[in-house]
């Protein structure tokens, strides 16, 4: 395994955000965009780190802007740090891998839930009154079942250690105005049926995935982290059986053990046993594998 990355301090560079993830950067005219190995569930930052983690979340990321870019513009400039400006020379051995240099963008104040299986908090709020996010759902759905079509539901975006909220779209309409909110809605819906497509070739059902959209002068272009096992609930299709939770190849796991100890859900994180740590790391290592045929340089 590689050196861990728990989080970075750039001498001489301008650290501008630290999120759940990833640290921010402002080089001037374009973003330094650094994927740790922090790991977050239930929107709260773990203790432990996962190691690899930040190298494989960048390169499926990069995987998915390529494949994507017939449907949508991207905010990535390069992910080789060759190309990168002089200043980020020294740091070459930390950046490499696990780095995206990215346009400066006006991001959207919500989260572009797509669902096209009903799981998770769409499964609890499913059994509640039958409907997600203010869309109606057909009766007598099972836990993990496809759905007829895929759903559109997005959420807030919330400060670190505060969870995000589902809304309508109505609410996303006073959040980012109609146009914008009609516009990701198509564009999350469409990057989710490629994505799912070209996954399941390849053995992956993409059950639920989060996109983010950022304005390039008033130009929407996708940003952050795409289709990723965090962004996303990945799951064996050679397993699949609806009717209860599934085997993953995504965070899933994680939150199943932190579940199983009745974790409060609340800061401080509890410790993570070495066996969670490192069956996390297998499948997200196995997740980048199965999509892009290669383990990028992780060993």
């Known amino acids: ?3 861990i990355v728990m989080e970075t301090e750039l001498e001489g560079l301008k650290r501008i ?5 990833r640290d921010i950067y402002d080089l001037g005219d374009s973003l330094l965009m650094v994927t740790t190995d922090r790991m977050s569930a239930f929107d709260v930052i773990m203790r432990d780190a996962i190691p690899d983690k930040g190298q494989i979340l960048t390169q499926i990321s990069l995987f998915w802007f390529d494949k994507m870019q017939s449907v949508i513009d991207n905010h990535v400039i390069t992910g080789k ?15 490499s891998g696990r780095s995206m240099l990215v346009k400066k963008t006006r991001p959207l104040p919500i989260e572009c839930v797509v669902r096209g299986y009903i799981s998770g908090s769409g499964w609890k709020s499913y059994q509640k009154d039958g409907s997600v996010c203010g869309i109606r759902l057909p009766d007598g759905l099972q836990e993990s079942q496809q759905l007829p079509e895929a759903i559109f539901t997005p959420s807030t ?12 779209f109505d609410a996303a309409v ?10 990701v809605r198509e564009l999350s819906l469409e990057i989710y049926k490629r994505g799912s497509e070209l996954a399941a ?5 993409i059950a639920d995935t989060k996109f983010e959209f950022g304005l390039d002068a008033d130009r929407l272009i996708l940003i952050d982290e795409v289709l990723t096992p965090d962004s996303s609930r990945f799951w064996p299709k050679d397993t699949y059986q ?3 939770a599934q085997r993953s190849f995504d965070k899933q796991y994680l939150r199943d053990y932190l ?8 800061p401080p994180a509890p410790d993570l046993p070495d066996d969670v740590v490192t069956k996390t790391r297998q499948k997200y290592l196995d997740a980048l594998v199965k999509l892009t045929g290669s383990r990028h340089g992780i060993q």
């Open 157 to 168: 975006k919330e400060d670190i250690g505060q969870h995000d909220i589902n809304i309508d």
């Open 1 to 3: 395994m590689s050196n």
């Open 17 to 21: 955000k630290q999120g759940k993830v």
């Open 201 to 205: 070739e390849k053995g992956i059902i």
């Open 174 to 183: 006073e959040l980012v105005g109609r146009k914008h909110a009609e516009q």
């Open 242 to 244: 609806p009717g209860g």
């Open 81 to 95: 740090v060759a190309e990168y400006p002089s200043v980020c020379k020294p740091y070459t051995e930390i950046l």
């Open 259 to 266: 579940s199983s100890i009745n974790w409060d859900k609340n």
